[in-house]
């Protein structure tokens, strides 16, 4: 098993990133990520929790040996839960690989929080494990090729989140007020 995690802050409002969570993809950094598709959204009526329900479908070249040895295509999907509390000003997403499943899973965490001066803290981590005990040797180099990719896209993912906040935020707020 092998794990994966990451700290950082937004220069945005708590507010502002929970509504930009919602515009990340597409963006030109993360490409790898080509559909979106909303399966249910609620809100409960006594927390006013929102939760949402997505399948994300990404389509990334996987190195050849692992084509050759558990088959697939460049297709994937996975299937992300969220939970936002306006009342504890928290977001929490959980997501999992749907496509491969049977080889191997990534479990991922990511938590949206208030940090001071106004910005929000943003924690990520993953846990990734491949299924198959009897090829040890095969299921550490899986393990080993799928983490770095988890963190090369949590980096694409995070330089295109900033640039999606941005180009949300940065120039709304820099407009004059009107009289």
């Avoid at 490409?31 to 990334?60: A, F, M, W, Y």
């Avoid at 499943?101 to 924690?123: D, H, I, L, M």
Wanted: proline letters at 4%.
């Amino acid at each position: 098993m092998h794990y994966f995690s990451q700290l950082c802050h937004y220069d945005h409002s708590w507010a502002h990133v929970v509504i930009g969570m919602w515009h990340k993809y597409p963006n030109p950094h993360c490409t790898h990520v080509v559909t979106i598709d909303v399966l249910d959204r609620s809100v409960d009526p006594n927390t006013g929790i929102i939760r949402t329900e997505r399948v994300l479908g990404c389509k990334q070249k996987a190195p050849g040996w692992i084509v050759k040895l558990f088959g697939g295509s460049e297709d994937a999907f996975v299937r992300e839960i969220s939970f936002v509390d306006p009342s504890s000003q928290t977001a929490t997403i959980t997501s999992v690989n749907l496509s491969l499943s049977q080889f191997a899973t990534c479990f991922e965490n990511v938590r949206y929080s208030p940090a001071s001066n106004g910005r929000t803290a943003f924690y990520q981590a993953a846990e990734i494990q491949a299924r198959m005990a009897i090829w040890r040797t095969a299921a550490d180099g899986l393990e080993s090729w799928l983490v770095q990719r988890f963190e090369q896209n949590a980096q694409l993912g995070k330089v295109g989140f900033t640039d999606v906040l941005r180009s949300m935020w940065e120039a709304q707020d820099q407009q004059p007020a009107h009289a």
